[in-house]
DNA sequence: TGTATTCCTACCAAAAAGGTAGTATAATAC
DNA sequence: GTATTATACTACCTTTTTGGTAGGAATACA
């Protein structure tokens, strides 16, 4: 039941680029990593997921850094932990079937967690926050 | 965002025990890894966690085992993830307290998850799923 | 006293988490 | 057109966690 810091992390990162959302400014890596007493070289890695599908805009060189595509409101915290985490269900047969068939009594409740937790995580935005 | 083998594990010997519930009978752990295909060491030492303040009746020796010491509805699935697996909490600055201060607008997401993880594990018990 | 059981301690291998390091590539300012 | 400032990519590495195995001691009962 964790969310490690590749998750805490990109959420800092969509926080910190939804706080400075401009149309007229990208914001720097280094300038998260620093502000937030992160290692920029690990936020680097993190990013390589985290903008999987263009999920940001960017720009290299100078004054270059990462720009939100869409508004605060449309971009789920689960989306965004899913980048990053992969999938976010408590146990593996969520999603590769249970083997122990119908008399698995452990699965139900399985999937009740992992609809709770994922009905909560898709239905908040950045912009609940903010 | 995981419950490992150890929690899934603790809750199928706990439905074992629920579903075999009888005040004649003691169930063994060797009946248990038989029956369910597990490691009969392996479960051995997940209940040294699961047994912790004598949770469940014992008996030593011949026709000896397990045997639930309340009833079905009064065992929340909460507290025997938390025996095994620790706390449930998706981050450490839920107890640990935050680090970040005021400006950490993940905290009040992470609050959120967390009490709906909690709540919704502790208001289930075995018998909800027997 | 033999057998079936839990209890306790120690060890161990594989995987995941949490990084660091170096270089290539691109965009812009001058 | 080149220096500077960014991201992008590739490789490596250490520590912690996970998921066990192994062996013997203690206990209860037949």
Redesign the pocket.
Known sequence: M?I???GRYALTIMFYLASNYSKERYV???EISDNEGL?F??L??I??DL?KDNYLD?????????RLKKEPKDYSIGEILRKVEGDLSPVDCINKGCSRGKKCMSYPFFEGLNNEINSFVDNKTLADYI
Chains 1, 2 share one sequence.
């Open positions: 964790r490690g810091t590749r720097s890596l280094k290692s070289k690990y680097e890695k990013m390589v903008n960017v720009q290299r060189g100078n004054n270059g850094g990462y």
